[in-house]
Nanobody
């Protein structure tokens, strides 16, 4: 699986961005999809995860109520809608895919098998 993330940019605090993660291959719906981010000088952290069918989702606490992860399996694409952005959301955002296993609840980067390149999100105050 090859992943291509896009949609980052510069936005003012309170604004919105929608990140996309396009995947190659014809078994996209089988993969658990996650979004991670890495701010300057910090470790990469989990943001959100969605199950293969798109029914189940989970977010890090700082993203709850502001971010929405979704997927369109017909288009082989996962999304991260980010609203009410804050300067502390500034980071490089990466999408990742995990082969199906016993659980969709994957919040650690080591649990993912494929990674896209990052897309920069910068939120100005």
């Amino acid at each position: 699986v090859q992943l291509q993330a896009s949609g980052g940019g510069l936005v003012q605090a309170g604004g919105s961005l929608r990140l996309s993660c396009a995947a190659s291959g014809n078994t996209f719906s089988a993969y658990i999809m996650g979004w991670f981010r890495q701010a300057p000088g910090k470790e990469r952290e989990f943001v959100a995860v969605i199950s293969g069918g798109g029914v189940s989702t989970h977010y890090t606490d700082s993203a709850k109520g502001r971010f929405t992860i979704s997927r369109d399996n017909a288009k082989n694409t996962a999304y991260l809608q980010m609203n009410c952005l804050k300067p502390e959301d500034t980071a490089v955002y990466s999408c990742a895919a995990a082969r199906p296993g016993s659980s969709w609840f994957l919040t650690h980067e080591a649990q993912y098998h494929y990674w896209g390149q990052g897309t920069q999100v910068t939120v100005s105050s």
